[in-house]
């Protein structure tokens, strides 16, 4: 490169056109990042709308199970103390020593169908007194005890009551929970959750480049390989 050329090109360049051009590239910086958080606020504010006024929604799973999903918020810690103070205390009583990313927070019962216990006793039975054991088991409930009669009384005793279930948890991209369980009796009260906003997409980048351009000092094509550090203005 021609050094006399870079010299006239330098000289040429006033101190009144790098201010102006620099503080054009600052305003285009401080525009950029003033609209992207702007965005980010708007989104999160249309997300926790929608989950205010959301209800909780059912539809059957992949095997046929019951699948509930609403709208969580989408906040941190302090906001949400302010959204949904419930779902915060449930979150602060966990005591978790790492940062809460995520929590989802549900109310329900298990409608359990009726069990035939009946047991059918002849006079004889009756005057003798009886201790009749009955058992009830299959995939969702246990259930186990003994009803008995003696001098005029009746006692029933249920020894063992076990309702079995799992559930399963689920938050997709755009903040909607999903809950099911394999134990068709589970209903869904209410349901709350919450999790971190999205992070921002990290505008500022270092590393290897491969340039192509024109080089006006020298009025012909030219071609570099080196190290650059980039700034994202327009996010796609």
Not at 86 to 105: G, P, R, T, W
Not at 150 to 179: A, E, P
């Amino acid at each position: 490169m021609n050094k006399n050329k870079i010299i006239k090109f330098l000289r040429g360049i006033r101190l009144k056109d790098i201010i102006y051009w620099f503080s054009i590239l600052v305003l285009l910086i401080f525009l950029s990042v003033s609209v992207n958080r702007c965005q980010d606020t708007k989104r999160q504010y249309m997300n926790n709308l929608k989950a205010l006024n959301d209800s909780i929604h059912y539809y059957k799973g992949k095997n046929g199970n019951l699948v509930a999903t609403i709208r969580g918020f989408e906040s941190d810690l302090k906001t949400l103390e302010l959204l949904n103070k419930d779902l915060y205390d449930h979150i602060d009583e966990l005591k978790m020593k790492n940062k809460v990313n995520s929590a989802v927070y549900f109310e329900g019962s298990v409608s359990m169908p009726e069990v035939d216990t009946v047991y059918v006793v002849d006079r004889d039975t009756i005057y003798r007194g009886f201790d009749h054991k009955f058992n009830f088991n299959d995939k969702y409930r246990t259930l186990e005890g003994n009803v008995s009669y003696k001098d005029d009384s009746l006692g029933v005793k249920i020894s063992k009551d076990i309702v079995n279930f799992d559930y399963t948890v689920g938050i997709d991209s755009k903040n909607n929970i999903y809950i099911s369980s394999q134990n068709p009796y589970v209903k869904y009260e209410s349901i709350t959750g919450f999790q971190l906003p999205k992070q921002r997409t990290k505008r500022f980048s270092l590393g290897p480049s491969i340039n192509f351009g024109y080089d006006p000092i020298q009025n012909k094509p030219s071609f570099s390989v080196g190290v650059s550090l980039n700034y994202g203005i327009i996010r796609f």
